[in-house]
């Protein structure tokens, strides 16, 4: 079992900025990617960006130039930085890991940690 915890959220006018926090219980420098997922009231679950085991990036276009994703192996966090945020970022940000298990991999998500951005 993985357990991911993640931490960061709150209240933030627009243009503002936050730094979100993904701890792991395992060592992430085993795990096949790691990546940011957001839910607005309403709509589906979607991705913001990830990482993979070999440190390729990707964001998606929406976050592109505001949001960077980083990593800390040694203290098994990953963090996205929202920068010049907007109303339309608002939603609960969601940590997964796609971690080595068995023969294949199995899927870890951390409980969200909720981000508001006020007009």
């Known amino acids: 079992q993985v357990q991911l915890e993640e931490s960061g959220g709150g209240l933030v006018q627009a243009g503002g900025s936050l730094r979100l926090s993904c701890a792991a219980s395992?060592?992430?420098?085993?795990?096949?990617?790691m990546g940011w997922y957001r839910q607005a009231p309403g709509k589906e679950r979607e991705l913001v960006g990830g990482?993979?085991?070999?440190?390729?990036?990707n964001l998606a276009d929406s976050v592109k130039g505001r949001f960077t994703i980083s990593r800390d192996n040694n203290k098994n966090t990953l963090y996205l930085q929202m920068n010049s945020l907007k109303p339309e970022d608002t939603a609960v940000y969601y940590c997964?890991?796609?971690?080595?298990w068995g023969l294949g991999q199995m899927e870890f998500w951390g409980k969200g940690t909720l981000v508001t951005v006020s007009s």
């Open positions: 997964k890991a796609d971690v080595p």
């Open positions: 990482v993979t085991g070999g440190g390729y990036i």
């Open positions: 395992g060592s992430i420098h085993s795990f096949n990617a």
